[in-house]
């Protein structure tokens, strides 16, 4: 192998080394912003920016980066007297208004949150919301939830 060809190779290496690097970086920013779970705690913080009166607020526009994380880029706000936010964020919306989502709070649920429907499954004891059924527990304050009419 002569010196040309050989260092010819060590640039093309050298070339898709760095490309390669490039591309991980951009995937390494890209991939939560549209594959991970929603930012709750940055929604949370945005929501709290927006000075909402105590009570309930549907159908909250969602700003760039969180709107692309909701089925229809909005979120259901509960906004408690002593300050307590509590969101509803619908990840899918079918027919019906069936949907799935999370649902996610500032402070941590307490028990006497949750009640057992007809069919002994564990619901969410919010009517904002529609008691959304509880597929699973993601950590104190954030569950996963569904609600079907059937």
């Given at each position: 192998?002569?010196?040309?060809?050989l260092?010819?190779?060590?640039?093309?290496?050298?070339?898709?080394?760095i490309?390669?690097?490039?591309?991980?970086?951009?995937?390494?920013?890209?991939?939560?912003?549209?594959?991970?779970?929603?930012?709750?705690?940055?929604?949370?913080?945005?929501v709290?920016?927006?000075?909402?009166?105590?009570?309930?607020?549907?159908?909250?526009?969602?700003?760039?980066?969180?709107?692309?994380?909701?089925?229809?880029?909005t979120?259901?706000?509960?906004?408690?007297?002593?300050?307590?936010?509590?969101?509803?964020?619908?990840?899918?919306?079918?027919w019906?208004?069936?949907?799935?989502?999370?649902?996610?709070?500032?402070e941590?649920?307490?028990?006497g949150?949750?009640?057992?429907?007809?069919?002994?499954?564990?619901?969410?004891?919010?009517?904002?919301?529609?008691?959304?059924v509880?597929?699973?527990?993601?950590?104190?304050?954030?569950?996963?939830?569904?609600?079907?009419?059937?």
């Open positions: 192998m002569d010196a040309v060809t260092e010819a190779r060590i640039r093309t290496t050298f070339k898709l080394a490309a390669a690097a490039i591309a991980l970086a951009i995937l390494a920013f890209v991939w939560p912003l549209f594959f991970g779970r929603p930012d709750f705690e940055g929604i949370s913080q945005w709290r920016e927006q000075n909402l009166a105590p009570g309930v607020h549907e159908h909250i526009a969602l700003p760039f980066p969180h709107a692309h994380r909701a089925d229809n880029g979120i259901d706000v509960v906004v408690s007297p002593d300050g307590r936010i509590t969101f509803l964020l619908k990840t899918h919306i079918g019906k208004q069936n949907y799935e989502g999370y649902v996610y709070s500032t941590p649920f307490g028990a949150e949750f009640v057992r429907d007809y069919y002994g499954r564990t619901n969410i004891n919010n009517r904002e919301f529609g008691d959304p509880v597929r699973r527990r993601v950590d104190e304050r954030t569950y996963e939830v569904y609600f079907d009419l059937g």
